[in-house]
């Protein structure tokens, strides 16, 4: 499993490889943290 360090990654791949990733639940919240840093957003997506 790679981590994903940065956003930058994440955009580096294609959307469906982005997808792919960003729905593993570990890396949802690791990206969940790198976009807000104060706190998971009030909505679910």
Same mark, same amino acid.
């Given at each position: 499993m790679m &981590? *994903?360090?940065s956003t930058? &990654? %994440?955009k +580096? %791949?294609?959307p469906k490889e982005n997808l792919k *990733?960003?729905?593993q @639940?570990?890396?949802r919240a690791e +990206?969940?943290?790198l976009l807000h840093p104060?706190? @998971?957003p009030t909505r679910t997506a």
């Amino acid at each position: 499993m790679m &981590k *994903i360090h940065s956003t930058q &990654k %994440l955009k +580096a %791949l294609s959307p469906k490889e982005n997808l792919k *990733i960003y729905y593993q @639940p570990e890396v949802r919240a690791e +990206a969940t943290r790198l976009l807000h840093p104060d706190g @998971p957003p009030t909505r679910t997506a």
